[in-house]
């Protein structure tokens, strides 16, 4: 049985149509990485995913139940989407920020309770960020505001987590503790749906990938099919002439897999 | 496993401790706020030394007929009008800041109170204030007008969901500007009594004049609504401060939220106009001083809001109505010279830190 399953979805802003027919199943175990050209769909995609888009026609289902006739509290203890960047207009600490990821389980008047409290500690305690909790989330550094931002996904005790480009603004450090990050989310039996940038870092994270590109379907495969030269060609339009660096690129990318 | 209990016990520890300080602050601003308000019935052209007060609040001893009129018609009315005044504007600050998710909104500043005077002044000039069912209207129509200036602010302000600093002062401005010129215009119109223009008067001045005890009344209940309405609305704005889509994904549903923050903030923002009219700052100066102590989570904002607000207008209006006795200072004369430059300071400040 699929976590999350989209199912025949077409969807467009505007006029255009982003999405035609588009299908695609995440299961418990799964970690998927979404690639594709800028403005392709990728962030459209999760939001899909996380029921605060509805597509056009077509059904999003959430273990089996339709998305869209759910209420966005309990999507919210399933899914957790973590977006790419956050603005925040006051001085909340790391923790007041996380604490906001128990929001779908408060009720009208109610305050945080010991079992929010734990699922909050235990949130931050996996994203190595409970020593930052005092802090302000505005003066924290890049890298210590994504892992914050995920620590409040995780505090929804989510399955599913989905990941708006993760690894974007971190420096090679920051993105090689994610790629640990990402390894002890898989250990919790979290599946993960991320839009990623940077296709270095897929292999050996990432158990599949979905590619998206315009007016075509969208292509799944395990990284190794799928981070070909002549697949990313033609799906990030790289022009001909720029072919030998593609291929330099993946070659580089198959010899540090193995 | 010992480390994982050991530390969520430590942070149920550390919010025991942070709930003892809110508890403290609670307590101390209570405490405060009623010793202003013995202390300013006291204050004034006739002194009634406090010793008198309490034995006679106790029944220990009796006032003369005179000092008897003083309190009750002239003072107590009055310090009552300054804590309710000071709370509602204080309190309609705080929801207002959350919703622009600005710390500089202030329903001063961005128009709101200029749109509830202006239907106030139609209240006044259309009907006769001093009766229940004219200072009801009044402060109905006052609401009407809140509510009115804020979403034409809010509106005209707001880009992509965020009010950006610039934009929310300049339409706070501008609206508030046109609907106070507006209530001039209906001063003009005004044939007859002059009772409506000695009103408006002192409402664009900011002063709280003699309120009658049934004007209290309306004033009170409308607090009253306004304060229990905002209970369930402050964890929301702590939500909504991440912005509005992530608040959509948790699951707060950010329309109706903004909606009701608008309908309670104008509730407040009403009840204080109809006492007090334009006084500035209050909802600015209050909200950020206990964010610098108490952090920004709105819910342990929100009562100490409520308490300093009134505490702060009460002394601010006594220290009006004494320091050039016999004549009387405006105290929105009196909050502007305050409150204006610690705006500008923390304009300033966010120039730094909101803009760059």
Redesign the interface.
């Known amino acids: 049985m699929p976590l999350l399953e989209f199912g025949h979805i077409n969807f467009g802003y505007g006029s255009g149509e982003l999405f035609h027919d588009l299908n695609g199943w995440i299961f418990a175990n799964d970690c998927i990485a979404l690639v594709g050209r800028n403005g392709v769909g990728k962030t459209t995609l999760l ?1 899909l995913a ?3 888009l509805a597509p056009q026609s077509g059904e999003v289902r959430l273990k089996q139940s339709v998305l869209r006739s759910m ?3 309990e ?2 203890k399933l899914v957790a ?1 973590v ?1 790419q960047n ?8 790391a923790e ?2 996380v604490e ?2 128990r ?2 389980f ?1 009720k ?2 109610g ?1 945080l309770g ?1 079992a929010d ?2 699922a ?3 949130a931050m ?1 996996l994203t190595d960020t ?1 020593s930052l909790r005092f802090r302000v989330f505005n003066e924290l550094s890049g890298g210590e505001r994504q892992r914050v931002k995920i620590a409040l996904g995780l505090a ?1 005790q989510p399955q599913l987590l989905l990941l708006d480009e993760p690894m974007q603004h971190l420096d090679i450090g920051r993105q090689f503790e994610m790629i640990d990050l990402i390894g002890t989310l898989r250990r919790e039996g979290i599946a993960i749906l991320a839009s990623m940038h940077d296709l270095a870092l897929i292999e050996g994270v990432f158990t599949s990938v979905w590619l998206l590109s315009p007016d075509e379907p969208m292509r799944q495969g395990s990284p190794r099919e799928m981070l070909h030269p002549a697949v990313l060609e033609d799906a990030f339009n790289c022009p001909p002439r720029h072919r030998p660096r593609l291929v330099e690129r993946t070659r580089n990318r198959m010899e540090l897999a193995i | 496993m010992a480390r994982e209990v050991a530390v969520v016990q430590a942070s149920i520890a550390r919010e025991g401790g942070q709930e003892l300080r809110l508890r403290w602050l609670l307590g101390g601003l209570s405490a405060s706020l009623v010793l202003a308000m013995l202390v300013a019935a006291g204050m004034g052209a006739v002194q009634v030394p406090l010793r008198r007060l309490v034995e006679s609040a106790l029944g220990m001893s009796t006032l003369s007929d005179d000092q008897r009129t003083i309190l009750f018609v002239i003072r107590i009315p009055r310090i009552v009008a300054a804590a309710l005044v000071g709370s509602g504007l204080s309190v309609s600050g705080l929801l207002f800041q959350g919703l622009f998710r600005n710390p500089l909104a202030d329903p001063y500043v961005i128009g709101s109170s200029g749109g509830a005077l202006l239907g106030a002044s139609i209240g006044v000039f259309l009907l006769p204030a001093v009766s229940i069912a004219g200072f009801g209207t009044t402060a109905l129509l006052a609401f009407a007008g809140a509510i009115g200036s804020i979403v034409l602010v809010y509106w005209l302000a707001s880009v992509n969901g965020r009010t950006p600093v610039v934009s929310l002062l300049l339409a706070g401005f501008a609206v508030s500007t046109m609907l106070s010129y507006s209530s001039y215009f209906l001063e003009t119109l005004d044939q007859g009594f002059g009772q409506g223009m000695h009103v408006l008067s002192s409402w664009l001045h900011g002063t709280i004049g003699q309120p009658t005890w049934p004007q209290l009344a309306i004033v009170s209940v409308m607090l009253g609504i306004g304060l229990a309405g905002s209970v369930p609305l402050a964890r929301r704005l702590n939500t909504l401060a991440l912005g509005e889509e992530y608040a959509t994904h948790l699951g707060i549903s950010v329309q109706q939220t903004r909606i009701a923050v608008i309908l309670i903030g104008s509730i407040l923002t009403a009840a204080a106009v109809a006492l007090g009219g334009l006084i500035s700052f209050t909802g600015l100066i209050i909200p950020h001083i206990l964010r610098m102590i108490l952090g920004p989570d709105h819910v342990r904002l929100l009562p100490a809001t409520a308490l300093a607000g009134a505490l702060f207008l009460l002394l601010a209006d006594t220290a009006a109505r004494t320091i050039i006795a016999p004549a009387e200072l405006p105290v929105g004369v009196l909050t502007a010279f305050i409150g204006g430059p610690f705006f500008l300071f923390l304009l300033r400040k966010a120039r730094r830190e909101v803009l760059s």
């Open positions: 939001r996380a029921g605060t209420k966005q509290r999507i919210a989407f977006p956050v603005d925040l207009p006051f001085s909340f600490t007041q920020f906001q990821g929001t779908p408060l009208m008047f305050g010991v409290r734990k909050i500690e235990r305690g409970w929804q």
